[in-house]
């Protein structure tokens, strides 16, 4: 099993920019789909973004396309959300998740203990 470790959240002004980080350790780490999800105060949590391990295969929900960008250096074993344009309601923590398949909220091998990322207007 993979453990995952975020980094990189905190304070932003609306319109503001942060990128979140996600270290994976492993043997075969650089092998699984990881994927960022994000939850609000008071709401489920959601899918932001994720990728495969060749990075050929990216996914966005539609409320963060176009803003935000999700890479990975599998040399480093790190996975990356730039936020850009970022908005009141993107504040929420953000969790990293690694899977053989594409994770999802019911279905992913390892999750971070999540980072706070809060957005003031």
């Known amino acids: 099993q993979v453990q995952l470790v975020e980094s990189g959240g905190g304070l932003v002004q609306a319109g503001g920019s942060l990128r979140l980080s996600c270290a994976a350790s492993?043997?075969?780490?650089?092998?699984?789909?990881m994927g960022w999800f994000r939850q609000a105060p008071g709401k489920e949590r959601e899918f932001v973004a994720a990728?495969?391990?060749?990075?050929?295969?990216?996914y966005y929900a539609n409320s963060v396309k176009g803003r935000f960008t999700i890479s990975r250096d599998n040399a480093k074993n790190t996975v990356y959300l730039q936020m850009n344009s970022l908005k009141p309601e993107d504040t929420a923590v953000y969790y990293c998740?690694?899977?053989?398949?594409?994770?999802?909220?019911?279905?992913?091998?390892?999750w971070g203990q999540g980072t706070q990322v809060t957005v003031s207007s």
């Open positions: 998740a690694a899977d053989s398949r594409i994770p999802t909220i019911n279905r992913a091998e390892s």
């Open positions: 492993g043997r075969t780490a650089s092998s699984y789909v």
């Open positions: 990728i495969n391990w060749s990075g050929s295969s990216i």
